[in-house]
């Protein structure tokens, strides 16, 4: 089996052995589910997983930094609309990964070590960034093609606070209160 959903099946618990069996698992959807626990091993043995939707899970940030330590093929998470309130770059380690989705969590920043951890990111969608968006805000980010900082409270948008930005060729500033673009 390659893909999986398991969306809506009322799914609290994910224990080391849930997915044993499914080795060749690339596309994983567990969204629309109450999960209160992760064991850190879970998502270990799925090496082929590119695409894992974790949406609506009530995910919160101690269970999302201990169960995705590591997944050297990720390419896309989606972990929109839980309890995100920050992502532990420390535990981070996806190579491979290119879309990243946080849309509607209550995360206040990323550190600006995220890169080091995803190098390949070209799609960022939805990371909260309020009042000011800094000329140095998106250094170090050459293959990012798309961002999304939508739905914020950004008032002002610095001069170049994009340049670091070379690949970017969506962006998307919609529902913030801007009243001034340098």
Sequence with gaps: IQVL????????NLPEDFFWGFYSLQILNLSGNQIQNIHPNT???????????LTKTSLSTEILATSMSSNQSLEELNVENNAILNIDTS???YPSLEVLNVRFNSIWRLKSDLLNHVPNLKSL????????VSNDMFQGFP?????SIS??????I???SFT???SLTTLDISNNRLRFIN
């Design 151 to 156: 739905h914020n409270e950004i008032r002002v």
């Design 43 to 53: 998502f270990a043995r799925l090496q082929y997983l590119t695409f894992l939707d």
């Design 158 to 160: 610095e001069a170049n």
């Design 143 to 147: 293959n990012l093609t798309h961002l």
């Design 5 to 12: 959903d398991l969306s809506n099946t009322n799914i609290s």
């Design 164 to 166: 670091g930005l070379p």
């Design 91 to 93: 535990r981070l380690n």
């Design 125 to 132: 969608n939805n990371i909260p960034y309020f009042g000011v």
